[in-house]
Nanobody, 122 residues
């Protein structure tokens, strides 16, 4: 696996988690990076994405609670999630896109890594 999401785990409602997306071969700052999630029985949905210029976009339901950022020195893209709710429980995936415009449409992304499970529960 070359693209890898990590940092998931069990957190109480109201808690925070920071997810990280890394790639073992490519330089991520050349790509649009998207974070997506899929809850049990639901379709995959876009959470946030960041383009190569650092412009960030957020899903409406999570705006204000998540921050996406790049660390080019570490070749990673992070997703800081705060004020987590049980409804945020899902497998979270990161993906790369070579398209010219950043979007939260999953079909616009080319390479997907294995996800990381986030469980929000008391």
């Amino acid at each position: 696996v070359q693209l890898q999401a990590s940092g998931g785990g069990l957190v109480q409602p109201g808690g925070s988690l920071s997810l990280s997306c890394a790639h073992s071969r490519i330089t991520l700052d050349y790509y649009i990076i998207g974070w997506f999630r899929q809850a049990p029985g639901k379709e995959r949905e876009g959470v946030s994405c960041i383009d190569s210029n650092g412009r960030a976009f957020y899903m409406h339901d999570m705006k204000g609670r998540v921050t996406i950022s790049r660390d080019n020195a570490k070749n990673t893209v992070s997703l800081q999630m705060n004020s987590l709710e049980p409804e945020d429980t899902a497998i979270y995936y990161c993906a790369t896109s070579t398209k010219r415009i950043a979007t939260l449409l999953a079909e616009m992304y080319d390479d997907w890594g294995q996800g990381t499970l986030v469980t929000v529960s008391s």
